[in-house]
Each structure stands twice: as structure tokens, then as C-alpha cells.
């Protein structure tokens, strides 16, 4: 299955009651494996999680640390990008030149690398020596 496909399916299992937006994301980790998660709402809206989150937890749960592929879908008019704390979750896990495709449910994608979605990432040289 390929990334868009595993994020086009786990993006009808999204838990969206409020916003009734579905999102679903798709990691290739560095082992080749995919993972797959979608957004989970809660009435305390904080308390949501994103699907790309997900996807990533899902990866870190299976033994896999390292992504390199992200795929992004919603039904939106533009391709959805991930949030700002999602940005900083995909810079965890993956290098600056790790494409992120992102797309809307019409065919619609837009690629760019980690790196340009959040330039100046805080990572472990802002904490060295600590």
C-alpha cells in the first residue's frame, strides 16, 4: 500500500464529531514499514490528538524511531498542512530533507521537506550540555 493510500483509509476511521474535519497522515519509517494514523477529537478540544501525531506514535510503538516519507490528507479546498506542534513532532523523527506531501481529498498535493515547514526546528543543540 502506498503512503496516500494508507492515509486515504485510516482518514475514515478520523474521530471528527465536532469539527467534522477528517484528517489522516501516513509515516514511511527508515525500516521501509508504513504507519498510518488519523485525528481523535474530544469534546475538550485541547485534548484532541492530530493524525499525524498518530501516525508517528504508531511508528515509535512498533520499535521504528526514524521517518522518512510523510503523506497529509483532508478534505479542505488547499492541501492541509500540519500544525505547528506537529512540525516540530515530524523534525523529532525526521531529517530537514524528509518530503512532507501534503493533499486534499480532490487529488490536490503540494510537497515540501520538513525543513521548510519549520526552518530554525528547535532540536538537541538549543540543550547541549545539559
Given at each position: 500500500?502506498?503512503?496516500?493510500?494508507?492515509?486515504?483509509?485510516?482518514?475514515?476511521?478520523?474521530?471528527?464529531?465536532?469539527s467534522k474535519f477528517k484528517v489522516g497522515a501516513a509515516v514511511?519509517?527508515?525500516?521501509?514499514?508504513?504507519?498510518?494514523?488519523?485525528?481523535?477529537?474530544?469534546?475538550?478540544?485541547?485534548?484532541?490528538?492530530?493524525?499525524?501525531?498518530?501516525?508517528?506514535?504508531?511508528?515509535?510503538?512498533?520499535?521504528?524511531?526514524?521517518?522518512?516519507?510523510?503523506?497529509?490528507v483532508a478534505d479542505s479546498p488547499e492541501p492541509v498542512t500540519?500544525?505547528?506542534?506537529?512540525?516540530?513532532?515530524?523534525?523529532?523523527?525526521?531529517?530537514?530533507?524528509?518530503?512532507?506531501?501534503?493533499?486534499?481529498?480532490?487529488?490536490?498535493?503540494?510537497?515540501?521537506?520538513?525543513?521548510?515547514?519549520?526552518p530554525g526546528a528547535f532540536d538537541t543543540s538549543h540543550i547541549?550540555?545539559?
Amino acid at each position: 500500500m502506498s503512503l496516500k493510500d494508507a492515509a486515504l483509509k485510516v482518514r475514515e476511521n478520523a474521530h471528527a464529531p465536532y469539527s467534522k474535519f477528517k484528517v489522516g497522515a501516513a509515516v514511511r519509517a527508515a525500516s521501509g514499514a508504513i504507519y498510518s494514523g488519523c485525528n481523535v477529537e474530544n469534546v475538550s478540544y485541547p485534548e484532541g490528538t492530530c493524525a499525524e501525531a498518530g501516525a508517528i506514535a504508531a511508528m515509535v510503538a512498533a520499535g521504528d524511531t526514524e521517518l522518512t516519507e510523510v503523506f497529509v490528507v483532508a478534505d479542505s479546498p488547499e492541501p492541509v498542512t500540519p500544525c505547528g506542534g506537529c512540525r516540530q513532532k515530524l523534525a523529532e523523527f525526521g531529517k530537514g530533507d524528509v518530503v512532507v506531501t501534503m493533499a486534499n481529498t480532490g487529488g490536490v498535493e503540494r510537497k515540501m521537506t520538513i525543513a521548510e515547514l519549520l526552518p530554525g526546528a528547535f532540536d538537541t543543540s538549543h540543550i547541549v550540555g545539559r
